[in-house]
């Protein structure tokens, strides 16, 4: 039986494999086919301490590995299919066999909500984005559009006007879903316009950036271009966390409920943006993944 299993290989996961290493206790983490999470479809980031010049997504994945297989972690591939209880312990059936432990660790991630486009795909992490503190830097003095009604479009409108000279909302209906406050303090910004009933219909580009949208007025049927050097796609997030229906207690979006990172099954554990639906950034799911790490270690320890 094994010590703990760590599920996902993000950097939630990777951290917390790293700490659980160094205590000794021989960690298996599953990778799953979504290997490294949301950072293997970034480009540069610029806002994780100790990279000064930055570094790229998938570089910082590979470190982060390359770092818990150097303290005796083992990695198996493939998804986990389920995960059951055995009097204290834990079966996680994974494409690759079952395997028994007396901890896990959750880190699976979430991933955002996309328009289904196939330019979207052409030109992600070119032009087409999802997280404005990560990548609104990049656009210092330019235009982007956002995607978006809710809360969390308001939010990233409002931090790109920091940076972009101009922001334009694109929603599919006539009014917001936004709290009341979150609407008054967009609508009331001279850098932000909205452009009411319409989808965007194609991201276009020049091949090697994203230089406008294609967009369809649903009232209408009508069509048009807006010129924008970005795309910020604020429509929600999905939590890679449908294998543990029926098991542990989440919300109606599948966020997983945790005391910090203590679900309510005794020596499960959740990191990262599986549980994190707020700030979902590289730093804080490494923070959750080594307080995991660390209250499984205590777990483990009887304590």
């Given at each position: 039986m094994e010590n703990i299993v760590i599920i996902g290989s993000g950097i939630a996961g990777l951290t917390a494999a790293i700490y659980n290493a160094r205590a000794n206790l021989k960690p298996v983490v599953v990778s799953g086919k979504k290997e490294g999470g949301q950072?293997?479809?970034?480009?540069?980031?610029?806002?994780?301490?100790?990279?000064?010049?930055?570094?790229?997504?998938?570089?910082?994945?590979?470190?982060?590995?390359?770092?818990?297989?150097?303290?005796?972690?083992?990695?198996?591939?493939?998804?986990?299919?389920?995960?059951?209880?055995?009097g204290k312990a834990f079966v996680v059936e994974t494409e690759e066999g079952n395997i028994e432990s007396k901890a896990v660790i959750i880190a699976t991630g979430a991933d955002a909500k996309t328009l289904g486009l196939e330019s979207e795909k052409t030109y992600w992490a070119r032009g087409v984005h999802t997280c404005a503190v990560c990548d609104a830097y990049f656009y210092n003095g330019k235009e982007v559009v956002v995607v978006g009604g809710g809360d969390s479009a308001m939010e990233e409108s409002l931090f790109l006007t920091k940076h972009a000279t101009k922001v334009t909302i694109i929603h599919r209906r006539d009014k917001f879903r936004a709290s009341k406050i979150m609407q008054g303090r967009v609508l009331k910004n001279k850098k932000i316009s909205v452009?009411?009933?319409?989808?965007?219909?194609?991201?276009?580009?020049?091949?090697?950036?994203?230089?406008?949208?294609?967009?369809?007025?649903?009232?209408?049927?009508?069509?048009?271009?807006?010129?924008?050097?970005?795309?910020?796609?604020?429509?929600?997030?999905?939590?890679?966390?449908?294998?543990?229906?029926?098991?542990?207690?989440?919300?109606?979006?599948?966020?997983?409920?945790?005391?910090?990172?203590?679900?309510?099954?005794?020596?499960?554990?959740?990191?990262?943006?599986?549980?994190?639906?707020?700030?979902?950034?590289?730093?804080?799911?490494?923070?959750?993944?080594c307080e995991a790490a660390l209250e499984a270690e205590r777990y483990l320890e009887g304590g």
């Open positions: 950072l293997m479809l970034t480009t540069a980031v610029e806002n994780y301490p100790c990279f000064p010049e930055g570094i790229l997504g998938p570089d910082m994945i590979s470190k982060a590995r390359e770092q818990a297989k150097k303290f005796g972690t083992k990695f198996v591939d493939g998804d986990v299919k389920k995960i059951s209880l055995k452009v009411w009933n319409s989808a965007v219909e194609e991201v276009l580009g020049d091949g090697k950036k994203v230089t406008g949208v294609k967009i369809k007025n649903l009232k209408n049927n009508g069509s048009s271009v807006i010129k924008t050097d970005a795309m910020f796609l604020s429509i929600g997030h999905i939590p890679n966390t449908k294998f543990l229906s029926g098991l542990v207690k989440m919300d109606e979006q599948g966020y997983i409920l945790a005391d910090r990172t203590k679900t309510n099954i005794p020596g499960m554990f959740a990191a990262g943006d599986c549980v994190d639906k707020v700030y979902r950034q590289a730093i804080t799911a490494a923070g959750t993944g």
